[in-house]
């Protein structure tokens, strides 16, 4: 093959693929637009007054947290709450977050500590220590959350409420990330916008679709559809608990909902770019369901998609200018609806290309990684992959 007619191939395959991204960016932005309006916020329902709120067990884990456990603990004691009791599990912690648990309790008759001391075989730590608070507790309704998770007072009741206006069974609310610096905006605005973009959690009360939701800051559950769920024990050994959490609900014929934060949610996920490529670094893999070739295939089609606005200005002709000009649209009303879900300016649309370059890296990586230990260490323990394939929620 001659050089002009390799470049005439190039430049041809290249024009296609702006063509393209011209049609499914534009397609995204508008459908999440019209199905982020579909989402309720926290600060959006009328607080039901304490006579008409059911019992609330709050559950939360925690391992090594010494530095943010104390904070979260108290904003889950400072809510407003009448009819809950909270439950925090220390998971074989190895620093001082036991004593600091079993020090606030001390002081807060309606907080509750649990001990781990060993893992049995067959579980992840998260799932174990979250499946033996849920077994001990007293409410009619359970809030899993994590251990760094600030709540504001009102945070819990708002919740019920919500999910008993939407009739829900299941409600996730996203919190509000902390976000730092540049790289960390850069990181955290594409995330977010693909995390939309391919979970639809719109579309997850809709017993027709196959979309479900789960988030690990705040999972709202009816007590009776997590048993007939399975609870934890069926997500014994799924890295993606929060998710799977939502799935079986939707598999037991239950309803689950996402709702916004409206500021009464709040963490630090990670620190720092180099921070959230080794946080999703045990997750990425796991949520393409451990499969090389869907992997890269995948990786290969958001990088090049996200890549295509900038690449079509390169490009001779003035289609293909045309094609990354509609595409750079499309980015921007879905960078535009997501500002409900995550702070924004207006220019973080623009940052798109080098957010899909930084997550596209930290699939490969978590992919790279998992393969080459076999499985994922997590909490100090390894889980082998052929044991975490097997055992994955269908």
């Known amino acids: 093959m001659s050089p002009a007619l390799a470049s005439q191939l190039a430049v041809g395959a290249g024009t296609v693929f702006c063509g393209a991204a011209a049609l499914i960016w534009p397609a995204i932005g508008l459908s999440l637009l019209a199905g982020g309006r579909r989402l309720r916020g926290l600060g959006s329902v009328t607080p039901r007054s304490d006579d008409a709120l059911p019992s609330v067990t709050i559950i939360s884990t925690a391992r090594d947290e010494a530095a943010r456990v104390?904070?979260?603990?108290?904003?889950?004691?400072?809510?407003?709450?009448?009819?809950?009791?909270?439950?925090?599990?220390?998971?074989?912690?190895?620093?001082?977050?036991?004593?600091?648990?079993?020090?606030?309790?001390?002081?807060?008759?309606?907080?509750?500590?649990?001990?781990?001391?060993?893992?049995?075989?067959?579980?992840?730590?998260?799932?174990?220590?979250l499946s033996l608070a849920a077994a001990d507790a007293r409410g009619d309704w359970l809030l899993f959350t994590d251990g760094d998770v600030w709540m504001s007072p009102?945070?819990?009741?708002?919740?019920?409420?919500?999910?008993?206006?939407?009739?829900?069974?299941?409600?996730a609310v996203g919190a509000d990330l902390e976000i730092r610096s540049l790289g960390?905006?850069?990181?955290?605005?594409?995330?977010?916008?693909?995390?939309?973009?391919?979970?639809?959690?719109?579309?997850?009360?809709?017993?027709?679709?196959?979309?479900?939701?789960?988030?690990?800051?705040?999972?709202?559950?009816?007590?009776?559809?997590?048993?007939?769920?399975?609870?934890?024990?069926?997500?014994?050994?799924?890295?993606?608990?929060?998710?799977?959490?939502?799935?079986?609900?939707?598999?037991?014929?239950?309803?689950?909902?996402?709702?916004?934060?409206?500021?009464?949610?709040?963490?630090?996920?990670?620190?720092?770019?180099?921070?959230?490529?080794?946080?999703?670094?045990?997750?990425?893999?796991?949520?393409?369901?451990?499969?090389?070739?869907?992997?890269?295939?995948?990786?290969?089609?958001?990088?090049?998609?996200?890549?295509?606005?900038?690449?079509?200005?390169?490009?001779?002709?003035?289609?293909?200018?045309?094609?990354?000009?509609?595409?750079?649209?499309?980015?921007?009303?879905?960078?535009r609806a997501i500002g409900r879900f995550v702070r924004l300016r207006w220019w973080d649309f623009l940052t798109a290309p080098i957010g899909a370059a930084l997550f596209s890296y930290s699939i490969l990586r978590s992919m790279a990684v998992t393969l080459r230990r076999r499985g994922v260490t997590w909490r100090n323990t390894h889980y082998g992959l052929e044991e975490l394939r097997r055992n994955m929620v269908r």
């Open 154 to 171: 009102d945070a819990v009741r708002r919740g019920i409420s919500l999910a008993l206006d939407l009739d829900a069974h299941h409600l």
């Open 184 to 335: 960390e905006r850069i990181f955290i605005t594409y995330f977010t916008a693909l995390f939309f973009a391919t979970q639809r959690p719109w579309k997850a009360p809709d017993p027709k679709s196959k979309a479900h939701i789960g988030i690990g800051a705040f999972n709202l559950i009816r007590r009776d559809v997590y048993e007939r769920a399975g609870g934890h024990a069926r997500l014994r050994l799924e890295v993606l608990d929060d998710l799977g959490l939502g799935l079986i609900v939707k598999m037991a014929g239950g309803r689950s909902h996402l709702g916004l934060h409206d500021g009464c949610l709040r963490v630090r996920w990670h620190e720092g770019v180099g921070g959230l490529l080794r946080g999703v670094e045990k997750n990425a893999f796991a949520a393409l369901r451990y499969r090389v070739g869907y992997t890269i295939a995948s990786v290969a089609l958001q990088f090049l998609g996200s890549v295509a606005p900038v690449a079509g200005f390169f490009l001779p002709g003035l289609l293909p200018k045309i094609a990354a000009g509609i595409s750079w649209f499309g980015v921007w009303l879905l960078y």
């Open 70 to 129: 104390e904070a979260a603990a108290r904003s889950l004691l400072s809510q407003d709450y009448p009819n809950v009791e909270i439950i925090l599990v220390d998971d074989r912690s190895t620093d001082g977050t036991g004593a600091i648990l079993d020090r606030i309790a001390s002081e807060a008759p309606r907080l509750r500590v649990l001990h781990v001391d060993a893992l049995p075989p067959g579980w992840l730590g998260k799932c174990h220590a």
